[in-house]
């Protein structure tokens, strides 16, 4: 299987302007030659982490959507990054998959975090997105949901015609988001467990820069092995791009020489 080539814009955002960071994320695009096969956005790329969802929500083929399916278009790859969206009285904080046909699929985020009353004004999401990019299996989730790791557990399948062998239900796991720099430990922590447990790639795009409640994002963005070993260059406190190249031949050869997944505990989500 070819390689994965995925790009990372840790950025900073502007506090719940859309056209101003519509604009600074086409300026980011716009650099990129090569951008691989994936691009990464943070977690409310167009507004920042926000609570004022009436005001700011737009409609799945609003304004963002259209941008997303023209830089997709344009760069001959797949964008995602997750916005607000209204749709049938309700708001979510929606995760938009687009390809460069114009094609799409969402995720909409299932750990909504309390903390900052985002259960209030949100709607959880009640099904996770798994989807394909050159045969690679990959299930994005947003923020919140990497501290639960059920809802990220990945599913082996032991190989009928082989029973040392097994499949996974995803290759890469990812997470975008906007993640305080005061709760960085577990954000790095959290990324190496889920690794691990896993037997996948993880990626955790985060934002920099201080929101309109004066929290400050440190990013600390990271791609990570399946062995919990970063790969990337994990700038902490800045704005980068970066793009990674996943090795399927070393994912594949591991998983084969070191088969937890056939002793993994069989589970349903209700």
Known sequence: MEDLKVTLIQSDLFWEDIDRNLAHFSQQLATLKDPGDLILLPEMFN??????SEKLAEAMMGKTMTWMQQQSKAKNCVLTGSLIIQENGMYFNR????RPDGTFDTYDKRHLFRM????????AGKKKLLTEIK???????VCYDLRFPVWSRNKFTINPASAKEYKAEYDVLIYIANWPERRSHPWKALLT?????NQAYVIGLNRVGNDGNSIYYSGDSSVTDFK???ISSNQSGREYTETIRLD???LDGFRKSFPVGLDA???QLN
């Open 95 to 98: 995760l938009l998959w687009i």
């Open 248 to 250: 399927y031949s070393k």
């Open 265 to 267: 505990d069989p589970f």
């Open 228 to 230: 919990g070993e970063t």
């Open 135 to 141: 045969g690679w299996k990959i299930c994005p989730l």
């Open 193 to 197: 467990a889920r690794a691990i447990e």
């Open 47 to 52: 507004t920042g982490f926000t609570m004022r």
């Open 116 to 123: 900052a009353e985002e259960d209030t004004f949100y709607t």
